[in-house]
């Protein structure tokens, strides 16, 4: 089947008219545009990547590379890559794809509708059948659920279909688009212990004054409960990221070294982006029982300051 009947497929099967339409993108990467009067959004079947979210009247509230593969082998650079069922590099094989396999994945349509208030809802799924099983071998189903309204809302549940209990890490790797990186103010992580991915994952607390970015930053912060707000004041917003079921928030800005090494980021784009991720990793991964299902949700929205 080409991109473009595949796309119509979708488009017979859950478009729905005026607000939903689905089209192949850069590669012939299926993709779902979604415009209504209160926001725009884009996201991919390919790791049911959400590249693109803008409430109307605002400009873009996620950080898009403009270097981005958009391959059906690589992850795409910038907005919510999905990151299951291993953060960063998997411990004893170094052939691994960093942060797990779902964001390289195909990802099912499941489902779309609209709700009364205009918000369109997309819901997708990825099973052991669809990914890689040799990497992990395990009796799963991922679903996500990504509500296009005034605010984002992105829900990834897993369903552990198997006989015997699971554990795995995860993350919504939220690219935050930002005036100026080095001028924000994060707040809700104050007095929090971390790990300092930088300085060999040492453990460290953080002060009691909102963060500031100066120097390459990835931090896993532990057991956080609370909401992120990064003040951009020369972008003259807030960006709110309140969550559930996630007891980890990383924050990540490459800055200039590690821009420059990345080949699918620009070398000035570091300024223009903040990831504060919704996870559970290290101390915090998850065990999960046969039978039972998982819930993480982030909610992102822009606010006046
Ligand atoms: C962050 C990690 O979550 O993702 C960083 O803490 C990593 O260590 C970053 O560099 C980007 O990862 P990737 O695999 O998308 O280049």
Known sequence: MTDSSAAQQLQSRYGISDVLRFEAGPHGLLRAKVITPQAQAELYLHGAHV???????????????????????????????????????????????AHGFARLAEWRMESTAQAADGSVTLALRLGEADATHAAWPHEYELRYRISVGSTLEIALDVKNHGT?????????????????????????L????????????????QGTEPIRITKETDRVYLNTKTTCIVDDPA???????????????????????????????????????????????????VTLPPGRVHTMRATIRSAPR
């Open 51 to 97: 590249t693109h979210y803008q409430p109307r009247g605002e400009w873009p509230v996620l950080f898009l590379s403009a270097h981005s593969w958009f391959d059906a082998v690589k992850p795409i650079r910038g907005g919510v890559p999905i990151v299951f069922p291993w953060f960063g590099r998997l411990a004893g094989d170094a052939s691994a794809p």
């Open 235 to 285: 972008g003259d917003r807030r960006l709110v990221v309140e969550k559930s079921g996630s007891d980890v928030t990383v924050v990540w800005n490459p800055w200039i070294a590690k821009a420059h090494a990345m080949p699918d980021f620009g070398d000035t784009e570091w300024p223009r982006m903040l990831c504060i991720e919704t996870g559970n990793a290290a101390d915090h991964a």
């Open 190 to 205: 104050a007095g929090t212990q971390y790990l300092d991915k930088t300085d060999g994952a040492r453990r460290r607390t």
């Open 164 to 188: 015997r209990t699971i554990s795995f890490e995860e993350a919504l790797h939220t690219y935050l688009a930002v005036s100026d990186v080095r001028q924000v103010l994060i707040s809700g």
